[in-house]
């Protein structure tokens, strides 16, 4: 199963202007990359930078919030593993996966991002809390871009 996955991962590379994808499933972490960057990378390093080339064709930047410092929230952040559109529910008239205040389990599903016409399911590494959910249904949002925080805690 995560072969298959691995390959349509690859397949979406391949067919996109996007350079490298980054992403965790089932405990794994996977990197697929069309061109090496100049720089090092070591194993040990977190992934959480944001490519720095912005498609040309992009006509406005995108509006991220910024969290005030008396906003921090306890736990854990789920970031986004590919860029596209964030959806909280399957379909517009069903409710959201999960809301603020929601106890999630390991393996539940917190939203959907649409990329290439392909609707990938975001699940819950971990379960605990939904504290925070950054982004609204239907915002357009960046790789490693923050989604939720879980307090394992909860």
Not at 21 to 32: A, E, N, P, S
Not at 36 to 63: G, N
Not at 101 to 126: P, Q, R, S, Y
Request: hydrophobic share 35%.
């Amino acid at each position: 199963m995560w072969q298959d996955k691995l390959k349509e991962i690859i397949y979406i590379l391949e067919h996109s202007d996007v350079n490298e994808i980054d992403v965790t499933f089932l405990g794994k972490r996977y990197r697929v990359v069309k061109s090496a960057p100049v720089s090092t990378f070591s194993p040990d390093q977190e992934a959480h930078s944001v490519p720095a080339a912005v498609s040309a064709t992009e006509s406005s930047p995108i509006e991220t919030e910024t969290p005030v410092e008396d906003e921090k929230v306890a736990g854990n952040e789920v970031l986004s593993p590919m860029p596209g559109t964030f959806y909280s529910s399957p379909s517009p008239e069903d409710d959201a996966y999960v809301n603020k205040g929601d106890k999630v389990n390991k393996g539940d599903t917190l939203c959907i991002i649409e990329a290439m016409k392909i609707m990938n399911e975001i699940e819950a590494e971990e379960g605990g809390v939904v504290s925070k959910i950054f982004v609204g249904n239907g915002d357009p949002v960046e790789y490693n871009q923050p989604l939720f925080i879980i307090d394992p805690s909860g």
